[in-house]
Structures are given as structure tokens and as C-alpha cells.
């Protein structure tokens, strides 16, 4: 059964910082999954000097803690504002992976060129090909962000 391991503020912030590292520079736009990727996403656009930060407003898990059949577009940028663009996808975890993926695809159909990014990867539970092209750490234990208290 997993655990439950509680990030600090500082911890997150070395989570970013390691990301940032490994991720670089060379990209135009920061592309954040809400709710989960909205504080990473800005923390890493900051690390990253970038100043452009778009947001998917997706929903899969669902508030009973189960998921939907398939990940729920509620907002995307027009296809305008990504093609031709080199975009960083940001989101906290990639736990089954779906999310990411249907991004991901939706940026390629858009005609960008996105890379994937997360503090977690969980690749005990993904349950898509591949896995992110970034990550800032592998678990397999349920992650209490310090934005997510009181969730």
C-alpha cells in the first residue's frame, strides 16, 4: 500500500530547481495542466525566464477519487497560440499518464511541439506508452503538494 509522503514548500522548490535543470531552456511557452501543474508550472516559468504560460483546463480523476472514462477538456488554448511553438507541459504528476498524453496530442494536432515535465512519475500506474520526457523524481506513494492543504 502506498504512503503518503508530505512536501514542504522547500522541497518543492528543489523539485523545481532540478526540473528546471533538466528540462533547459529552449522553449517559446509554458503550457500548465490545471489545477495540479498551475504552482509548478509558474515556479518552473520563473526557474526558466519564460513569461508566456497557457493553461488546459482537463479533468480525469474525479472529486470521488475515481476517473472519468477519459480525460475532460474544460478549456485549451486556440491552436493559434501553439503551432509552430515549442511548448513545455507541465503538470505535478504523471500517475496514469492519460492526462499528459491527451495534452500532449492536442498540442501535435495544434502543430506545436510539446515536451512533458513533472515533479512525479509513477511508472507503477501509468498506464500509457512512454513515459515524461522530464521528471523531477520517481514514486509510487501518494504526493501532498503544499498548495494542495486541505485537499
Given at each position: 500500500m502506498p504512503h503518503l509522503i508530505v512536501l514542504t514548500w522547500e522541497q518543492l522548490d528543489s523539485l523545481v530547481a532540478s526540473l528546471a535543470a533538466s528540462v533547459g531552456r529552449d522553449y517559446d511557452l509554458v503550457l500548465a495542466i490545471s489545477r495540479g501543474g498551475l504552482v509548478p508550472a509558474?515556479?518552473?516559468?520563473?526557474?526558466?525566464?519564460?513569461?508566456?504560460?497557457?493553461?488546459?483546463?482537463?479533468?480525469?480523476?474525479?472529486?470521488?477519487?475515481?476517473?472519468?472514462?477519459?480525460?475532460?477538456?474544460?478549456?485549451?488554448?486556440?491552436?493559434s497560440l501553439l503551432e509552430g511553438q515549442r511548448v513545455l507541459v507541465v503538470d505535478e504528476v504523471w500517475e496514469t499518464g492519460e492526462t499528459m498524453a491527451a495534452v500532449l496530442a492536442r498540442v501535435r494536432a495544434a502543430g506545436g511541439q510539446p515536451t512533458s515535465a513533472v515533479l512525479h512519475f509513477k511508472p507503477g500506474q501509468s498506464r500509457v506508452a512512454g513515459r515524461p520526457d522530464h521528471a523531477a523524481?520517481?514514486?509510487?506513494?501518494?504526493?501532498?503538494?503544499?498548495y494542495k492543504a486541505g485537499a
Open positions: 509558474g515556479m518552473l516559468a520563473y526557474r526558466l525566464d519564460l513569461r508566456e504560460i497557457l493553461v488546459a483546463g482537463v479533468e480525469f480523476y474525479r472529486t470521488d477519487g475515481g476517473t472519468h472514462a477519459e480525460p475532460r477538456f474544460l478549456q485549451f488554448p486556440p491552436p523524481a520517481e514514486v509510487e506513494d501518494w504526493v501532498r503538494y503544499p
